[in-house]
């Protein structure tokens, strides 16, 4: 599956509760993100991390929260006080050098009924 | 702050006519620029890096630092180039992260 394993694929959440979006990855990248897409928005940063241990806030990372306890994992919690949550998730690995341009996991569709 | 505009939402042309995707980027560094692709049903995927200078499914995209822009080309298009494109900048240092352009939603028609 590309050596990049999001899950759950569809996802459903009730205003009010946290949900935390799984990604997994065995490609030994150091790198990994978080972006949100929403048509006609293109991709958006969440957060990111560069090593383990270790992340940044993205563009948009109010109301989300990350963790990067392992160099394979690194969820992305959907907090309540994120306003707008319904979207679909994508998380991405590189090997945080340039040039060499990011592998992509097939996303979480993430509904706020 | 860096920036990537894809000036087009929506391109439809016919099976056998040139394609030009535009993409323009601010940027005060050395840019690195990307073209990523998603074909319906599929995942994001790699199109073409600046650096590498490639053709790859006959598109080619070359970087014009006096305009700012590195523009995909194809001088042919084919119905399974349907997809949505997306131009991506790439920061350097040791918080390396990509911009992504809104993306150009791509229909060649029969």
């Known amino acids: 599956d590309g050596g990049i394993t999001q899950s759950p694929k569809y996802l459903f959440r009730k205003e009010g509760q946290n949900v935390t979006l799984s990604c997994e990855q065995n490609l030994n990248h150091d790198a990994m993100y978080w972006y949100r897409q929403d048509p006609g928005q293109g991709l958006r940063l969440i957060y990111y991390s560069q090593i383990v241990n270790d992340f940044q806030k993205g563009d948009i990372a109010e109301g989300y929260s990350v963790s990067r306890e392992k160099k394979e994992s690194f969820p992305l919690t959907v907090t309540s006080a994120q306003k707008n949550p319904t979207a679909f998730y994508l998380c991405a690995t590189g090997t945080g050098g340039s040039g060499y341009g990011y592998t992509f996991g097939s996303g979480t569709r993430l509904t706020v009924v | 702050a860096q920036r990537v505009t894809q000036p087009e939402k929506l391109l439809s042309v016919f099976k056998g006519a040139p394609v030009e995707l535009k993409c323009n980027y601010s940027y005060s560094g050395s840019p690195e620029l990307f073209w990523y692709v998603q074909y319906s049903r599929q995942r994001l995927q790699l199109l073409l890096r600046?650096?590498s200078r490639e053709s790859i499914k006959g598109f080619t995209a070359d970087l014009n630092k006096g305009e700012t822009s590195f523009h995909l080309k194809k001088p042919f298009a084919q119905e399974e180039d349907s997809a949505m494109y997306y131009c991506a900048l790439g920061s350097g240092g040791s918080n390396y992260k990509l911009t992504f352009g809104k993306g150009t939603l791509l229909t060649v028609n029969p």
């Open positions: 600046h650096i």
